[in-house]
């Protein structure tokens, strides 16, 4: 049993001392049983109970609360959704950017209320959200976005110009940039513990270091671990990218790799030569996006770039040397006077992308078993909204949630191997092409 996780990512190597819930044991009962105990399960534990305390749910961990995609994020709890408004809309219509985007308003919204209600420790802030523009392409691209936001009927997003970008934080690469007030910033593993605690003072049951081995199917559900089972009258996948494993949601999505780099604490003359004062968080316009924070100790943490795919079941991408090698080289780039700063921790973890880049949650062959997938790298706020949507769902209640556009919806499969890596690689080297063009006129790094 691995008790050490400090190399799985910057936020669990910070958290200091931690005690799992012991394995399940034995034979035990639940109304529901919940595999997985990342933010979607935490966060439907939560409602479920907060909806009928009556409710026996359990939560299955393989590893540790927060240790998957959970736990190795870039933390930003924010409104985008699939790849941006825009591709929705271009995907899906317009109708369904704006309920995407309601949807994820609300979102971020529930992350907030969770936290001051619940008087969660997870080092939140909201210090607003800068998509930079880079190049004169990216301009335009963010300056359509925004008209498609305004277009939709909703404000709060706005267009900076250069010296105002500048003003927020300084790099001679940025000519413009997004900015919306609706963004949090959170420590993804003191969030995920925290719901853990408030969960089982709710009477939520979570073991830990409990994977599902097998799930059998017959008028009730039973899920074997290594040392127990649990017998419940409804499931609920809450894996994500980790749901290649099931054989039941293994076409549904695919996971995908994305890194990160923590430098040191940034002195204050480096503060002041990157002018960074309101510790926004902050992307560039990319497909293979930049997404970037200050932590509440001051290290600048850098992350996107260069995405890792794998072949069939196989999940060990969390290391690539060649991907934190660029981020440390991009973050000289965007910062000249942090070129060269020492970076103390490096590390990467698996989000869940479907084909048509969207999410998508419902029922899996009846209405006793809920799924949810493809966050595609912006779950901070997603997955806690939707731990709502799952309990309408298991509840079997029609709700505004559950009316939600990509509930219940048709999944595009992914086809099986190899097919499922070349298809993947073909949609990552696009999203490549069109940065390429889009920064074929960029200073050389």
Known sequence: MRTDYADVSFWLATYGPYQPNAPLQGDVKADVAIVGGGFTGMATAYYLRKADPSLKVVVLESEVVGYGASGRN???????????????AMLKGKQAARDGHRYMERAVDTVGDLVEEENLDCDYTRPGFLRMAT????????????????????????????????????????LGAWWEPRMALVNPVKLAREMKRVNLALGADTYEHAPVTAIERGTDFTLKTPCGSVTAKKIVLGTNAYSHLIPQVRRKQVPAWTYMVATEPLTDKQFEAIGWQHRQGV????????????????RLLMGGGPVGLSFG???????????????????GYVFPALKGIKITHRWGGPFSVTVDLTPALGYLGDKRVVYSVGCIGHGVS???????????LILDEQTELTDTFFVNRRVIPWPPEPLRLGVSGALRAYLEAEDWVDERDMPKR
């Open 135 to 174: 190049t004169p392409g990216y301009v335009n691209k963010i300056k359509k976005q925004i008209e498609l936001v305004h277009e939709l009927g909703f404000t709060g997003v706005e267009w900076l110009e250069r010296d105002q970008a500048r003003a927020e934080v300084n790099s001679d690469l940025y």
């Open 283 to 298: 992307e560039d316009a990319r497909n293979l996006v930049h997404y970037y924070r200050i932590s509440p100790d001051n």
């Open 382 to 392: 997603l997955t806690h909204l939707n731990g709502q949507t799952i309990r309408d």
């Open 74 to 88: 870039g933390s930003f709890a924010m409104t985008v959704i699939g790849l941006g408004i825009d591709v929705l």
């Open 313 to 331: 079941a196989d999940l060990d991408r969390d290391s690539n040397a060649s991907a934190w090698r660029h981020l440390e080289e991009h973050i």
